[in-house]
């Protein structure tokens, strides 16, 4: 069982790592930036839901 935890705590952190740089690299405004970052980082799973529906998308 432990494998299985560690495993899901890790996609859980590769997912919102992977937020935070898209959301540095979008074009919201720095405190958007800090609010979605900040969000991702104290509700990892449920931030990370909400950014991915929600949150800025990346700059092209």
Known sequence: MGN???LWGLIVLV???WAIVNIFQSRASTGAKVGWTV???LLPVLGFIIWLIAGPKTAK
């Open 4 to 6: 299985v935890n560690g």
């Open 39 to 41: 969000l991702v980082i």
């Open 15 to 17: 997912a919102d790592v």
